[in-house]
């Protein structure tokens, strides 16, 4: 079935350094991607998504590019605030599969220090 | 901005007791997601509405988790008996319709079986 891969955690920077989280994908179809952001003791909330190759998802300073070839939808900042910290999660949701359920990696948790 | 509401937020149960969370989607959304995020994982589904009929119920275990939608508005997820494995966070989401659309979570109901 259908799987998402995520660089395990936690991961610690400092403040203003670059981040990229790793993700990878295995899909039946052609699934459209997402990055969920979970802050402490909150559900949660949709950072960007792609829904087709070479795609680029942005927010907030974050960015994420769905490469097919690869299967990646890597997230990347270019410098990172405290208020960052939280953990985020990969996914995919996937046509082939009939149902519109999202399917998670297993969270990277991210700390970014002053 | 219109939000997806869960309650309680809380739940402390022993274990073989019966526990019921309550989620109310945002208004008009005619699709409803249970999905259950396990400490240190990421969220797998239990259970997708739409309307009030179920669309996917396969990963629901029936022997002791039931969900409904009766009226094809608000939702309740019960678990009878519960267990100390099912100690876990309890994530609601929905979508406007049947289409490919972004999920919005609620807060979620974190449940502690003892």
């Known amino acids: 079935g259908d799987s998402v891969t995520q660089m395990e955690g936690p991961v610690t920077l400092s403040e203003e350094a670059f981040l990229t989280i790793n993700c990878t994908y295995t899909?039946?179809?052609?699934?459209?991607l997402f990055w969920y952001v979970q802050y402490p003791g909150e559900g949660l909330q949709l950072l960007l998504k792609?829904?087709?190759?070479?795609d680029k998802g942005s927010n907030k300073g974050f960015e994420a590019t769905y490469r097919k070839e690869t299967t990646s939808f890597h997230l990347e900042k270019g410098s990172v605030q405290v208020s960052d910290s939280a953990v985020y999660f990969c996914?995919?949701?996937?046509?082939?599969?009939?149902?519109?359920?999202?399917?998670f990696g297993q969270g990277t948790r991210l700390t970014i220090n002053p | 901005e219109a939000e997806v509401a869960q309650s309680p937020r809380y739940k402390i149960t022993e274990k073989s007791q019966a526990v019921a969370f309550w989620c109310d989607p945002i208004?008009?959304?005619?699709?409803l997601y249970w999905y259950r995020q396990i400490l240190g994982q990421g969220p797998e589904l239990l259970v997708q509405f739409q309307d009030e009929s179920v669309v996917d119920d396969s990963q629901l275990p029936k022997d002791r988790f039931s969900a409904e939608r009766l009226k094809g508005v608000d939702s309740t997820l019960k678990i009878q008996p519960a267990e100390l494995g099912d100690s876990a966070m309890y994530l609601c989401?929905?979508?406007?319709?049947?289409?490919?659309?972004?999920?919005?979570f609620g807060p979620g109901t974190r449940l502690l079986v003892l």
């Open positions: 208004s008009g959304h005619a699709t």
């Open positions: 899909a039946t179809g052609y699934p459209s």
């Open positions: 792609a829904t087709k190759a070479d």
């Open positions: 989401a929905s979508t406007r319709g049947r289409g490919w659309e972004t999920q919005y």
């Open positions: 996914a995919l949701s996937d046509p082939a599969q009939g149902a519109q359920k999202l399917v």
